[in-house]
């Protein structure tokens, strides 16, 4: 059997733009899955919280949607369903999701610098905006494990996929750990939110 195609749209240096989008009220999703997930998985026990964000990453430049428009063509942002943050990573020679396949490790700048949200402005200082979206930060004692999915073969200017964050009780070393077996399909009683042959993936603790 032939491997998925794992080709990815090129991003040049000149910068790579992130939107993120989160449910204002429950996510039925997420809620559901962490149901599920400590209730049947191997480490679900370890799981103090799941959230899940919406994730398009876009190409700046002529080929590149603006923000503006991502916002207004409805598809990626609706004001009555989401909260937004718009976040921005400047000069990168290669792509965040280069090499994705396989589980790599997510880069730490990664989404980048807050550059707006429908959120208060006093969200937008580091760190702050990327927490609110996913839940909040951690609370003592609790790692947060970010992992970002994305199907394979997509083409164009627009990366879409999805991005979840799994609180987790201890280490961030263990918790990066616990936090790939649950999220990462690979056993009946391992992994829920991704399947490997479908989705690049990756991952860090934070």
């Not at 700046?60 to 009555?80: A, K």
């Not at 490790?105 to 550059?115: M, V």
């Amino acid at each position: 059997m032939s491997s998925p195609s794992t080709s990815q749209p090129a991003v040049q240096a000149a910068g790579q733009t992130t939107l993120l989008t989160s449910h204002k009220g429950v996510d039925l999703h997420a809620a559901t899955a962490l149901l599920v997930m400590k209730d049947r998985l191997d480490g679900g026990h370890l799981l103090e919280g799941l959230f899940r964000c919406e994730m398009h990453t876009f190409r700046d430049g002529e080929e590149g949607p603006s923000i503006s428009r991502l916002l207004d063509v409805g598809r990626y942002f609706n004001p009555n369903k989401h909260h937004y943050g718009h976040f921005s990573m400047a000069g990168r020679e290669t792509p965040w999701f280069d090499g994705a396949p396989g589980g790599n490790i997510l880069d730490p700048q990664w989404p980048g610098t807050a550059e707006g949200t429908d959120l208060e402005p006093a969200t937008m200082e580091e760190g702050r905006l990327y927490d609110l979206l996913l839940g909040g930060a951690p609370a003592p004692g609790i790692s947060a494990v970010d992992v970002v999915s994305f199907p394979y073969g997509q083409e164009g200017p627009v990366l879409s996929g999805e991005l979840w964050r799994l609180m987790i009780r201890g280490d961030a070393e263990t918790a990066l750990k616990t936090g790939i077996m649950l999220a990462v399909a690979s056993h009946r009683k391992e992994g829920l939110l991704i399947n490997p042959h479908m989705e690049a993936w990756q991952a860090a603790s934070r």
